[in-house]
């Protein structure tokens, strides 16, 4: 049998067993450097009304890219300055729904000004939940220009 076609029939393989566990299971599981967090509802962006847990969490990841891709606006004069093309955001969503940025990396001072800047505009999350308690969720986001 081709290399290629084995590789192709073992990675669907592996796919199709890790949507069926995905969807099976009461928890939301959302890897962080911290290690993986377990949900049984993440955290929510305003306008988000879904009950599956999947549609929120790319309803999520949707409003977020949105919201950076509005209002990280790079002004003209720091263009000539730029080295890096990417700057990296580690942030939480607390336990109350407000951000709390833990750390930036990349860029020059001005560009992680204003990437924090825009991070702390998010609006206020619903926080996830874990055994009916509001629990902080870690989210670390390139930010790309």
Known sequence: MNPLITILVLFLCATSLQAQSYSDSKEYFYGSQAGVKAFERPPIWPGCNFKNIHKLRRCFDESLSKHIATNFKIPYDLMEKLEYKKVTVNFYVQKDGSIRIQSIKGGIPEIK??????????????????????????????ITY
């Open 113 to 142: 000004e204003l990437a924090k800047k825009v991070i702390l505009s998010i609006p206020e999350i619903k926080p996830g939940e874990l055994g009916g308690k509001k629990v902080a969720a870690e989210y670390t986001i390139p």
